[in-house]
Structures are given as structure tokens and as C-alpha cells.
């Protein structure tokens, strides 16, 4: 009997997953014992790190998003279309076109959304740089910018831990590169008690501040945003004037995670830590962003998690016990600036140390922005 494996989601982790198993089970798939189907709503992959530079300019949007075909194992089936409910009870994902894909192992990998409609009238008076058309729109509003207040304000949870601060570090750097940084205030607000979640990355940040002339506002959680007055008030009862506004809006996790009953308030999917089962189903992964781990939504922890849910579902096939662990582990890099950047690395016991920046460092994100469409592909 041919097992069916679908992976929900053609971004960073479900490309990665299918192809990983796809290149495993090359021969099984051949000869129709085992299929591989992902399911993604568009037919385009996006590097979503693009949009940092895109909003600066320093990328156009071709550079961000590649065809899902390309990048994936020719074995591997797409179903181009949007997924309306996961059934684990008769092990199906419904599309929203009336058709059903069942599945023996489901991975789910749909990522997460941002929700800047959490925040009243943020969506108005701010911008953001987490889609292709809200960077197009910032890039445009730092282009007729020549000076005043930019605010950075931050809602959580977020994907990528690291893109509050790049984007201040680099706003600064692009002011002064515009001659205009005598005229330009950058005031950074953060909703708890230091500049990053990440004790040692807060701690790391807190001279660059200084140093930068950047107004920290910590304790901020924005509550409201006033278009017309430019204001931005927080929970906390705080109220700062802008003439720029920049948002890392709040995120929740896609939809049909809601409309299937399978997620928490926020839409994450309760997933146990390091199997990366779906709490109470052992034939359902969840992998990325969708989880409710505690750990950062980003681009490598989807990554890594592919790496052990390929192996698992594997060895699962071939007979196995499916135990490969993930160890929280997650990769970035921060840039500080337009020139230099540095790196953490992190897993569940091991904290982040960020290390003296480098313009090396920088040269090497730039370059993994170029390697990322190799990486889906399964040639590194
Ligand atoms: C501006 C920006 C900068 C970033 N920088 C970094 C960085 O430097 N380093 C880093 O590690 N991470 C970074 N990230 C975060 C990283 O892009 C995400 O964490 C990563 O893409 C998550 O991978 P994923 O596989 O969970 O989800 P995604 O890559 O978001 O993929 C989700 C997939 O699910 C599909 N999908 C969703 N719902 C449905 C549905 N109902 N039906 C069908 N398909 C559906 C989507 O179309 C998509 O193909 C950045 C993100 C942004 C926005």
C-alpha cells in the first residue's frame, strides 16, 4: 500500500522537509510505494530576509521569491491551492476548492501571519517590512523621508528575534548615509524590561545604543496608533510622537490552524519540544513558526527542525522508531548596521553570546541571501 506524505506549507521548512525525504526515498517514490505532496497557496517561494534590504533599497522584489517547482525534488507532487481544514480524525487536509489530500504522515509548516490589526490603526498611520507590499511602501516613505522622529515599535510575538534591532541599527547608518542623520531621531520601544527578549543579545545591544544616540522606551506594548495626530500609545499609558513609524507587528499563526481547532489563542499549534509531534497525534509534525514552542520564529529553527522531522519520518518508513531529537537549536545573524554584522547561535540550554561585529560577517549574510536557493534545494 502506497504511504502518503504531505507537508503543509512550500516555505523555508516544508521545502526542506519534502525535499530531504524526497532524496532519501528516491526509489520507494519511483516505484509508487511512497508519495510526497506539498501543499502551498502560492506558486512562488519567498526568501522572506529579502524584505529587510528591499525596504532599503538594496534588493528589488525578484530577488526575494523563486517558483516553488524549481526548488523542489521533480518527484515531489504540488498542490497549488489554499488548505481550509486539517481532519486528523480521517487524516485529510480540505482545500478551500471542495477537494481533499489525505495523508499517512501530515507535516505542517504553515508558518505564521503578521496581525498589525491587533494594534488600532496601526495598519494606517504605520509601516512595516514583513511582506513584499509593506516594504515596497517603506522603501518609498524612507526615500521621501529628510529628517525627524522615527519610531521602531515592536509587538510580540514576532518572527525573526533579531529584525527590531537590525532594522534601528541600519535606519541609523542609512541616515547618516543620507546626510541627513543631524536632523533624524530614532526612538526604539520595547515591550518588556530590556531591548531584546534574549537577555544576552539586550545586554550586548544596550552600548550600541548608547553609542548610536538611540532613545530606548522599554515596557512598551503599542496599544494605539493615531494617523492624523502621529502618535503611537502603548498599554503602559506611554504616548510618543513620530513622523516615521516602523512596526515589527505583533504575529499569529495562519488561519486554517483556527478553522481546524488545533491551535492555541494566538493559532500556534501545541507541538512537544523536541519530537515535534503534534501534542496527542503521532502521525501529524509541526515544524517553523507554526509551533508554540518557546523558541524564536525564524528561518533556521525551521531549518533545523526539518532536518530531524525528514529523518524521523524515514526511518519511521523504513521501520524505524522515528527518534531523532531536535535541540531547540537556531541560527541568525544580526546585522549593525550597512556594513558590519555579527551572529548567535542558541538551542534550549545553551544561551546566545554575540560576538564583535564584522564587515565579514556582513559580506557572508549578504552571500547567504544568495545561498538560501540552494539550501531548499537540498545541495548544502
Ligand atoms: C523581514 C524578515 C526578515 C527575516 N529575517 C530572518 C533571518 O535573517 N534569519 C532567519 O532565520 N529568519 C528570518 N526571518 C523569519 C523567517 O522568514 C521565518 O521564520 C521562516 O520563513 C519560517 O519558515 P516556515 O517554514 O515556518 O514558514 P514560511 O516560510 O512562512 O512558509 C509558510 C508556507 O505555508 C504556506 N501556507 C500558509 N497557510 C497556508 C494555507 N492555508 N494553505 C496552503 N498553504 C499555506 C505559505 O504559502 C508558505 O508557503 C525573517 C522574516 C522576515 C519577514
Redesign the pocket.
Known amino acids: 500500500m502506497m504511504k502518503k506524505i504531505v507537508i ?7 521545502t526542506v522537509v519534502a525535499n530531504q525525504v524526497a532524496r532519501a526515498m528516491t526509489t520507494e517514490m519511483k516505484s509508487g510505494a511512497i508519495a510526497v505532496t506539498v ?4 506558486t512562488q ?2 526568501y ?2 529579502m ?2 534590504y528591499l525596504a532599503f533599497d538594496r534588493v528589488v522584489p525578484a530577488e526575494a521569491k523563486k517558483p516553488e517547482r524549481e526548488l523542489l525534488d521533480r518527484h515531489i507532487k504540488i498542490v497549488t ?3 481550509d481544514r486539517i481532519d486528523p480524525e480521517s487524516k485529510q487536509v480540505r482545500m478551500t476548492d471542495g477537494t481533499a489530500v489525505p495523508y499517512d504522515y501530515l507535516v505542517i ?4 501571519r503578521p496581525a498589525p490589526e491587533q494594534v488600532a490603526g496601526l495598519s494606517e498611520g504605520g509601516h512595516m ?2 511582506t513584499e507590499e509593506s516594504a515596497l511602501k517603506l522603501r518609498q516613505a524612507l526615500h521621501d523621508f529628510h529628517g525627524g522622529r522615527i519610531v521602531i515599535t515592536v509587538g510580540v510575538p514576532h ?2 528575534p533579531v ?1 527590531p534591532l537590525e532594522f534601528t541599527f541600519m535606519v541609523q547608518e542609512w541616515a547618516q548615509s543620507q546626510g541627513i542623520a543631524d536632523q533624524t531621531e530614532i526612538v526604539y520601544t520595547y515591550p518588556i524590561g530590556r531591548l531584546h527578549s534574549l537577555e544576552p543579545v539586550a545586554q550586548w545591544a544596550e552600548p550600541v545604543f548608547a553609542a548610536r544616540h538611540i532613545e530606548p522606551h522599554i515596557f512598551f506594548n503599542p496599544e494605539l496608533v493615531d494617523p492624523v495626530k502621529k502618535t503611537i500609545t502603548s498599554l503602559e499609558g506611554e504616548v510618543l510622537d513620530y513622523d516615521l513609524l516602523v512596526a515589527i507587528p505583533p504575529h499569529m499563526g ?3 490552524i483556527g478553522r481546524s481547532g488545533l491551535g492555541d489563542a494566538g493559532q500556534w499549534i501545541p507541538t512537544h519540544r523536541t519530537s515535534l509531534q503534534m501534542e496527542g497525534s503521532e502521525d501529524v509534525f509541526v ?4 509551533t508554540n514552542l518557546p523558541i524564536s ?6 531549518h533545523f527542525e526539518a532536518d530531524v522531522v525528514a529523518s524521523n519520518l524515514v526511518n519511521l518508513l523504513q521501520g524505524g522508531l522515528g527518534s531523532m531529537r531536535y535541540d531547540g537549536k537556531v ?3 544580526i546585522e549593525t548596521g550597512l556594513t558590519k554584522a555579527t551572529y548567535i547561535t542558541f538551542d534550549y540550554v545553551h544561551p546566545p553570546k554575540p560576538t564583535e561585529p564584522t564587515e565579514m560577517i556582513h559580506m557572508f549574510k549578504l552571500a547567504y541571501n544568495r545561498l538560501y536557493w540552494l539550501t531548499p534545494a537540498g545541495l548544502l
Open positions: 503543509l506549507g512550500g516555505g523555508v521548512g516544508g501543499i502551498t497557496e502560492s517561494h519567498i522572506q530576509p524584505f529587510l491551492g489554499i488548505a509548516a504553515t508558518g505564521s517590512f514583513y518572527k525573526c529584525a495562519q488561519d486554517v515544524l517553523g513558526d507554526a520564529k525564524a528561518g533556521s529553527t525551521a541560527f541568525c545573524f
